[in-house]
């Protein structure tokens, strides 16, 4: 193995590992597409969390600064104190590059690279970076002395994609860019988002588009298995099954079970086992349908017909709903639920253990300054 394929196999891994075990560690926060004053200020308080067993220190370190923020940030802070398990349920977060550059985001004395290498942030682990110029990002953190860092080692390239057309426009030139990462030493994060007009043809239609995306792939060289591949086909799926309310265990049980097994079977028809990874992407919203939590939880019982690792993507339309959250928390001084939380949730699906009932003692509200928080 070459020493490229060395370094790219050791940044997949970083994200899947644990998969066997039924860790945590196969969750990406995509922030990418926040830019709103609110959001930018809840993605602040991410980035700015302590580590665990460090906010005493960190209280220290920080006070003058903490003192200063207004009352909006401080009560979004404190929720993150009182509930720091973030870091502990994902495996990476992804951000758009001109978000570095944000003076309420980050240090404006400290470049990008720096504050991730400096920060006590959950980022430790990996950055993903959204952006469409691998190479010339490679040449920026080279310049910086950053590329065989453990934070800085990924990029997101993102394709939409028509169903039912014969040929996409964009194909070619994403997948040369994929390329280009791996070429770079930086492990490339594929994400490809369907759309559909005809959702009676998903089965077949999805099957093509896969295939035709993997031979695009095979013909820029790339080497998929040092790729993870994003889909937003269960969403998709979940669309042509039939929106139906469902009530009970017996009704779920009989939905995931048809769910899962029209998703495994278009990948299994369509996308090499060799692939480094899964990762299913969701822009339905928080729990708008129990139906992708009860998906997940069902994977264990394909386990060993499974050849990739498998993991999700939280897009920003769920952390949206979390921020408005926040900003009805600061109205109306009650309480909120925090991504933390939510995060335990996929947690407990990715280890078959999520029940309705468990959900009820996960996301319980929780009180603006208290110190009792759900981080146990």
């Given amino acids: 193995m070459s020493s490229t394929t060395d370094v790219l196999k050791i940044q997949i891994t970083a994200l899947t590992e644990c998969y066997q075990d039924q860790s945590h560690k196969q969750v990406i926060l995509d922030f990418s597409t926040f830019n709103e004053e609110a959001q930018l200020n809840y993605l602040k308080s991410v980035l700015h969390q302590p580590l665990i067993g460090q906010e005493k220190e960190y209280y220290e370190t920080h006070k003058e600064k903490l003192e200063d923020l207004n009352n909006f940030e401080q009560q979004i802070l404190e929720v993150f104190y009182n509930d720091l398990v973030m870091k502990d349920y994902s495996s990476a977060m992804i951000l758009a590059k001109e978000q570095f550059f944000r003076k309420q985001i980050l240090d404006d004395k400290k470049t990008p690279l720096?504050?991730?290498?400096?920060?006590?942030?959950?980022?430790?682990?990996?950055?993903?970076?959204?952006?469409?110029?691998?190479?010339?990002?490679?040449?920026?953190?080279?310049?910086?002395?950053?590329?065989?860092?453990?934070?800085?080692?990924?990029?997101?390239?993102?394709?939409?994609?028509?169903?039912?057309?014969?040929?996409?426009?964009?194909?070619?030139?994403?997948?040369?860019?994929?390329?280009?990462?791996?070429?770079?030493?930086?492990?490339?994060?594929?994400?490809?988002?369907?759309?559909?007009?005809?959702?009676?043809?998903?089965?077949?239609?999805?099957?093509?588009?896969?295939?035709?995306?993997?031979?695009?792939?095979?013909?820029?060289?790339?080497?998929t298995e040092y790729m993870i591949l994003c889909t937003n086909i269960v969403d998709l799926a979940i669309q042509y099954l039939g929106d139906v309310q469902l009530n009970g265990d017996n009704q779920y049980k009989s939905y995931s079970n048809k769910l899962n097994y029209f998703v495994l079977k278009i990948l299994f028809n369509s996308i090499p086992p060799s692939y480094g990874g899964i990762f299913f992407t969701f822009d339905r919203g928080f729990v708008q349908s129990k139906k992708i939590l009860h998906f997940l939880n069902n994977l264990n019982k394909f386990d060993i017909y499974i050849a990739w690792p498998l993991g999700v993507k939280l897009n920003a339309r769920l952390f949206d709903e979390v921020v408005k959250s926040y900003s009805i928390v600061q109205r109306q001084q009650s309480a909120t639920i925090t991504i933390n939380q939510i995060l335990k949730l996929f947690q407990n699906c990715f280890a078959g253990k999520y029940k309705d009932e468990e959900e009820q003692e996960v996301l319980q509200p929780i009180k603006l300054g208290s110190t009792s928080s759900s981080s146990s």
């Fill in 114 to 223: 720096e504050f991730f290498q400096t920060t006590q942030s959950i980022l430790k682990r990996a950055c993903v970076i959204k952006d469409e110029a691998p190479l010339q990002l490679a040449e920026e953190l080279k310049k910086h002395g950053y590329q065989n860092k453990p934070s800085i080692q990924f990029v997101c390239l993102k394709l939409d994609y028509e169903l039912g057309k014969q040929q996409n426009e964009n194909l070619e030139s994403i997948c040369q860019k994929v390329r280009d990462c791996q070429l770079s030493n930086l492990a490339p994060i594929f994400d490809v988002q369907f759309k559909t007009e005809n959702i009676q043809n998903l089965f077949a239609d999805a099957q093509i588009a896969y295939s035709t995306i993997n031979a695009a792939l095979l013909d820029k060289e790339v080497q």
